[in-house]
């Protein structure tokens, strides 16, 4: 890693990389000033992986279940992944908990938060990213250094999600990029049209999981649901292809899949919520979350006006 102004200094420096960089440091200044985020080293120097991913995750869930298996951590606590910094190894490991009989989702990571402990520094793996997309990788990330909880992964990336909504449309809105607001709220509306497309089959799924069918005829209807769900994307190409989730529905879906995803979602429109609660106050929202962040989980989800969930460990 190297300081980015002693980047953008090095004449051998691509221009390219100069000018993403460039940006990055706009949006370093504009998350400090304006979203009340993390004013310290991280993502103030850059790295060049020479890979395309930081790292890898498995997530895993049982063949008849939707709660996701986890792992626990010294310092992370108990999470709904497990990271790698191999790919082989990352293979590995998933090929193992497939012969056990989980349902498995494996996918590489653009970047991650060591929550304050180390400054994370801008990474090649997600430097060409589009304005708003680098925007908000920036936003979430610096999130997690300002409320994290131990064994509740759901909290912690729904939290970092809502921030980087919130903060990527008052970015635009502080640069004047109209267009590209219009275009940001577009985009999450057929976003918001897919999830509740994966939420209603999810739903779908956990009755039936519920329900007194045998494994068999649970198999059977499993399958037929989660081929109604890549279907109906197929015959909404559009929706799907703006929405950013058409490979991700293309590409063999699973109860792992499903529960990788509600991990980042399920509690997003409840912070956004408290957010507005607190009269779009970026320091007032995040003293509450961290007042939330000391309750147990089940009171956790009261406050935030949702129901409680559970996890399922190996």
Do not use: M
């Amino acid at each position: 890693r190297r300081p980015i102004p002693r980047v953008l200094a090095d004449p051998a420096t691509p221009p390219a990389v100069a000018e993403r960089l460039r940006t990055v440091e706009q949006l370093r200044a504009f998350a400090v000033a304006e979203l009340g985020l993390p004013d310290n080293q991280s993502y103030r120097c850059y790295a060049d992986l020479h890979r395309p991913y930081a790292s890898w995750t498995v997530v895993a869930a049982g063949e008849l279940s939707l709660d996701p298996v986890t792992w626990c951590f010294p310092v992370a606590g108990c999470v709904a992944y497990r990271g790698y910094f191999s790919r082989e190894r990352a293979e590995r490991f998933a090929r193992d908990l497939r012969a056990q009989g989980y349902d498995v989702d494996l996918g590489g990571v653009a970047a991650f938060s060591t929550l304050g402990w180390l400054a994370d520094p801008v990474l090649n793996t997600f430097l060409d990213r589009s304005d708003p997309e680098l925007a908000g990788l920036l936003f979430h990330e610096l999130a997690h250094q300002v409320a994290y909880v131990g064994d509740d992964t759901a909290f912690n990336e729904s939290f970092a999600t809502a921030v980087e909504r919130a903060g990527v449309e008052r970015w635009l809105h502080h640069e004047g990029h109209e267009e590209a607001i219009a275009a940001y709220r577009r985009q999450l509306q057929e976003e918001a049209e897919v999830l509740g497309w994966i939420a209603a089959t999810r739903d779908e799924l956990a009755t039936l999981y519920a329900g007194p069918a045998g494994p068999e005829e649970k198999r059977h209807e499993k399958a037929r649901l989660l081929a109604a769900l890549a279907e109906k994307a197929r015959s909404h190409p559009e929706t799907a292809q703006a929405s950013g989730y058409a490979g991700w529905l293309e590409s063999g879906l699973n109860n792992a899949r499903l529960a990788s995803i509600a991990s980042y979602e399920d509690l997003v429109p409840a912070f956004l919520a408290l957010l507005a609660q607190e009269d779009g106050d970026f320091p007032r929202f995040y003293r509450a979350v961290k007042e939330l962040s000391r309750l147990p989980a089940g009171e956790r989800r009261r406050r935030l006006g949702v129901e409680g969930g559970s996890v399922e460990s190996p």
